[in-house]
């Protein structure tokens, strides 16, 4: 009996079939996966929003594969080639690439040298010499010459009965998978340089002569070996097995399987050798290129699948990092020649005030910059100051450490700030309608400002992939990350919540049920008619009917309105059971809410009724004792080590404290606080094996880190969280060996292979455009972490820089050259 789709996803899930049927009749209803999540638990007996995601993925996967099913079954039928082996064989394929071997016989296609054959009558040929090798072949071909079929001769005759059996060999729906499967579990990927590409592609050193096996390739070198392919640099070669197929004599493992399949064997009849030569030839013509693209395919896919993994949960720590709040802050937007943009907001986000300040060449305007900076952060009671981190960053964050220096008694706090996708919003038809009178150039520095207050309100109003924390971008299947991206940025704006009565229409069109039309439409009706006093105000809204209203209120608040539950994560339609609470404390709701001795003297299960559950009752109860609690940290800051401002400061055993700004597969970069972030490779996390260093680390993390090699002319920091590591002597002059035993002489395997990484990092997007102009863009391939020879994010003294737990962030795989040209904005100065 056939699995059902529900059945088949509980299974993988690991849960009962009945919730994933509940699931999936929520979403068909329109419902999404944050409000399911939330609203929805009873209904879902809890399937929260990860197992939700996974199960929205595998519908449509499975959806998609029940549609090509029907299309197969309908082409064979038409055919007259259905009968009901077939037919069986096609309904139990369990995946795409199944089902299309088993149609592949059947396939449409163009006029074969098999079809030609067979068209000429040498069908039964084909059939007798595979039925009975007994048979000369070229005496059994003579009866079968017919120059007006086209068959001039009996070697002709033996060439078409050979297109004919070697079509058939390749076409076997289950030799191909298990061939499949061997060369997956067996095979290995083999790249070399083209000839004269050694130079001009030197950025793919690590592969001109490299070879590993499929399973043990991680998803960057996979995409970094089809960028150089695909930039011909590289030939790749996808090998069966380890030394075989390789040039050595004798049949391989490959054609004795198909051999085996159809009978063939060496006895020494007339016909077996005819026989086994054919196998040779549809095993290196047919079946080996068919399993060539299949694999590569399967390859790129896994390699995509974690590259949009890492991109998405990159991409999730960035937006859910902690905002530095409600803070008066000034914005500033570095650049040289055409100075740098100043813009001071409130503690709303409103622009108060904005300027042009030319403090460095060839201007030199250093002092009146000084003043102008003062008298802004002085009449505005700046508290904040954001530093955008590209070109002229360096020399922009000196003059920002001089005034904190310079006039401590305003207590500014200085904070290096990613700008990426700055330019992209400053240029957004949004931009022009939220700051229309704003020049271009002077947007930008709001958004630096107001995304150090609220990274997660501020970023909603980019395109996520221009934001700049994917590897390898670029190379990946844009439905599939567009896709995964606005998943992320949906859960974490329905997670944090919106305040309906501030937030900007790209930010409401993330929230549950609202698009981009109502979001609008909101914004306008919030114009017109004052802010909203209540929840149910949102009814009156143009186009937003029962549906959209029940999908959105609960993640909508509305602070100091009518109600106070409208200011909490309780959904309206729970609105009755608070006042059931409210009935048996007595008071008023007001009086309820955050009462935390109160809402625990109270038992989840004397509220719960036929439509809400024990877990909506714990919800509520929890909601009420932190109404609109925010899920993201608290704004932390660590402190770089005084007289460390350059990558020549630092020096082996060095224990410093770093922001992680970004973590890939092979490890987490570091930024403490030289311009250069450090890589603490995977084998340097811990003690004991860590298979993601996503276990360990996450961006924005705080953390203590020892230096264990600095090689300067490269750009290259090698870290260690493990703070009793030994480090190299004489920073990178020489080989050093790890306390834990692992690699002997020299540096062990697990770092050596963490440096072919970082370079392979370089190689990423960086090579293919993450370079860009001025002296503060990073160079993808320079120093294949990127290399900032225009960054400093500290001050001296006492305007020490903080770095802040979600700044830069989005910053280190451009650092890293791990993403390609577009997300990084690249802007003129």
């Known amino acids: 009996m056939t699995t059902s789709i529900e059945g088949r996803i509980a299974e993988e899930l690991g849960v009962q079939e009945r919730q994933v049927k509940a699931a999936v009749e929520l979403l068909d209803g329109g419902s999404t996966v944050p409000f399911i999540a939330r609203y929805r638990k009873e209904a879902t007996e809890m399937l929260d929003d990860a197992q939700l995601r996974t199960l929205e993925e595998r519908l449509r996967y499975l959806r998609e594969l029940e549609d090509r099913r029907t299309a197969v079954l309908d082409s064979v039928r038409e055919q007259g080639k259905l009968d009901a082996e077939l037919e069986a064989r096609i309904r139990a394929a369990e995946t795409k690439a199944r089902l299309e071997?088993?149609?592949?016989?059947?396939?449409?296609?163009?006029?074969?040298?098999?079809?030609?054959?067979?068209?000429?009558?040498?069908?039964?040929?084909?059939?007798?010499?595979?039925?009975?090798?007994?048979?000369?072949?070229?005496?059994?071909?003579?009866?079968?010459?017919?120059?007006?079929?086209?068959?001039?001769?009996?070697?002709?005759?033996?060439?078409?009965?050979?297109?004919?059996?070697?079509?058939?060999?390749?076409?076997?729906?289950?030799?191909?998978?298990?061939?499949?499967?061997?060369?997956?579990?067996?095979?290995?990927?083999?790249?070399?340089?083209?000839?004269?590409?050694?130079?001009?592609?030197?950025?793919?050193?690590?592969?001109?002569?490299?070879?590993?096996?499929?399973?043990?390739?991680?998803?960057?070198?996979?995409?970094?070996?089809?960028?150089?392919?695909?930039?011909?640099?590289?030939?790749?070669?996808?090998?069966?097995?380890?030394?075989?197929?390789?040039?050595?004599?004798?049949?391989?493992?490959?054609?004795?399987?198909?051999?085996?399949?159809?009978?063939?064997?060496?006895?020494?009849?007339?016909?077996?050798?005819?026989?086994?030569?054919?196998v040779r030839w549809a095993w290196r013509t047919r079946i080996l290129v068919h399993l060539g693209i299949d694999l590569r395919l399967r390859l790129r896919t896994a390699a995509e699948d974690e590259a949009v993994r890492v991109f998405a949960s990159n991409l999730r720590d960035l937006l859910l990092a902690a905002p530095a709040g409600t803070r008066a802050t000034l914005g500033l937007d570095p650049g040289f020649r055409t100075g740098v943009k100043v813009a001071v907001v409130d503690a709303t986000g409103k622009v108060v005030a904005t300027d042009v300040i030319h403090p460095h060449v060839p201007a030199n305007k250093w002092e009146q910059s000084l003043a102008t900076l003062e008298r802004l952060a002085r009449e505005h009671r700046v508290e904040l100051i954001a530093i955008g981190n590209g070109t002229a960053s360096r020399e922009t964050d000196k003059l920002a450490g001089e005034l904190c220096e310079r006039h401590p008694e305003l207590k500014l706090t200085k904070v290096m700030v990613s700008e990426a996708g700055a330019s992209v919003y400053s240029a957004s038809a949004f931009a022009s309608q939220e700051l229309p009178d704003m020049d271009v150039s002077l947007r930008g520095a709001v958004s630096i400002a107001r995304r150090l207050q609220d990274p997660l309100a501020e970023l909603v109003k980019i395109d996520p992939k221009s934001i700049g924390v994917g590897q390898y971008q670029h190379d990946l299947a844009e439905v599939k990350l567009s896709r995964s991206l606005d998943a992320v940025v949906e859960d974490c704006v329905n997670g944090v919540g919106v305040d309906v009565n501030t937030a900007s229409a790209p930010l409401l069109s993330r929230v549950s049920g609202i698009g981009s039309g109502l979001a609008e439409n909101i914004v306008a009706h919030r114009d017109t008619n004052g802010p909203f006093r209540s929840r149910r105000a949102l009814k009156d809204v143009a186009r937003l009917g029962p549906k959209a209203y029940e999908q959105c209120a609960g993640f909508l608040r509305i602070r100091g309105g009518d109600d106070p539950l409208d200011a909490s994560s309780v959904h309206p339609e729970a609105y009755p059971v608070v006042r059931t609470m409210v009935k048996r404390t007595g008071g008023d709701v007001a009086s309820l809410v955050g009462n935390t001795g109160v809402l625990r003297s109270l038992r989840p299960d004397d509220f719960v009724d036929e439509k809400f559950g024990l877990p909506t009752v714990t919800d509520i109860l929890r909601e009420l004792e932190k109404p609109g609690r925010d899920p993201r940290p608290a704004f932390r800051t660590?402190?770089?080590?005084?007289?460390?401002?350059k990558i020549g400061d630092l020096a082996p055993d060095m224990v410093l404290e770093g922001v992680v700004t970004n973590v890939a597969a092979f490890g987490a970069f570091v930024d403490v606080g030289v311009h250069q972030d450090g890589l603490v490779h995977v084998s340097a996390m811990s003690r004991t094996f860590v298979k993601d260093p996503r276990e360990v680390v996450k961006p924005g993390d705080i953390v203590k880190v020892?230096?264990?090699?600095?090689?300067?002319?490269?750009?290259?920091?090698?870290?260690?969280?493990?703070?009793?590591?030994?480090?190299?002597?004489?920073?990178?002059?020489?080989?050093?060996?790890?306390?834990?035993?692992?690699?002997?002489?020299?540096?062990?395997?697990?770092?050596?292979?963490?440096?072919?990484?970082?370079?392979?990092?370089?190689?990423g997007g960086g090579g293919q455009g993450g370079g860009g102009q001025g002296g503060g863009r990073r160079q993808g391939g320079q120093g294949r972490q990127g290399g900032d020879q225009g960054r400093d994010r500290r001050g001296t003294g006492a305007s020490r820089q903080a770095a802040p737990a979600n700044s830069a962030m989005a910053d280190a795989l451009r650092r890293a050259g791990l993403t390609g040209g577009a997300e990084r904005d690249g802007r003129k100065r």
């Open 706 to 763: 020892k230096v264990m090699d600095v090689d300067i002319p490269r750009k290259r920091i090698s870290l260690t969280l493990r703070l009793d590591d030994e480090a190299a002597a004489g920073g990178g002059q020489g080989p050093r060996r790890e306390r834990n035993g692992q690699g002997g002489e020299g540096r062990p395997p697990r770092q050596r292979q963490g440096e072919q990484d970082r370079r392979q990092a370089g190689q």
């Open 101 to 278: 071997d088993i149609y592949l016989p059947f396939k449409p296609k163009r006029r074969t040298k098999a079809q030609i054959a067979r068209e000429a009558g040498l069908e039964p040929l084909a059939d007798g010499l595979l039925g009975d090798p007994s048979v000369e072949p070229s005496a059994a071909a003579a009866a079968f010459v017919d120059a007006d079929k086209g068959v001039a001769d009996a070697a002709a005759a033996l060439d078409g009965a050979r297109a004919i059996l070697t079509e058939r060999f390749s076409e076997d729906a289950d030799l191909t998978g298990e061939l499949r499967e061997r060369m997956w579990s067996r095979g290995r990927v083999v790249a070399k340089v083209r000839e004269g590409k050694e130079e001009a592609g030197a950025k793919f050193a690590d592969y001109f002569d490299f070879s590993e096996p499929f399973t043990a390739l991680p998803s960057h070198r996979v995409l970094a070996m089809l960028r150089g392919e695909k930039e011909d640099v590289l030939d790749l070669v996808l090998e069966p097995e380890d030394g075989e197929e390789a040039g050595q004599p004798g049949p391989s493992a490959y054609e004795n399987m198909v051999a085996r399949r159809f009978g063939v064997a060496d006895r020494g009849r007339p016909g077996d050798a005819w026989l086994r030569e054919t």
């Open 638 to 645: 660590a402190t770089f080590r005084e007289g460390v401002e």
